[in-house]
């Protein structure tokens, strides 16, 4: 995404429409492929072979930001959230986080994070 340099400009109406369109698209992209992307949780899984990872969780999220209903421990960017679940004090806690958006035949990660 190219960020503007005018922040009245990025704040306009028309800017919001055009990222709420954008994100619509990708995420009725993502919708259609879920079966494909759910494929994507053991390979996470074993790219993190640490004892501490305890839950690697793959949504596919309407509404960006930290969400429409429930509210979110972070800001999504993209429709499909990756969340890497860590075993601190015997809770699941959030660790690392990624979202990402699906081309036709690409996978592109749009924001990745660590939680404290």
């Not at 429930?70 to 004090?89: C, E, L, N």
Request: charged share 20%.
């Amino acid at each position: 995404m190219v960020l503007l340099m005018n922040s009245h400009i990025s704040r306009s109406p028309l800017a919001k429409a055009r990222r709420r369109a954008r994100f619509l698209a990708q995420y009725i992209l993502a919708k259609s492929r879920s079966k494909l992307l759910q494929k994507l949780v053991p390979l996470i899984e074993n790219s993190f072979p640490n004892p501490w990872v305890a839950e690697v969780r793959l949504q596919i999220r309407f509404w960006p930001g930290q969400g429409l209903l429930k509210r979110s421990f972070m800001s999504w960017d993209a429709p499909v959230a990756v969340a890497i679940f860590r075993r601190k004090r015997g809770k699941r806690r959030p660790a690392l986080c990624m979202s990402l958006y699906l081309t036709t035949d690409t996978i592109s990660i749009e924001q990745l994070q660590g939680v404290s």
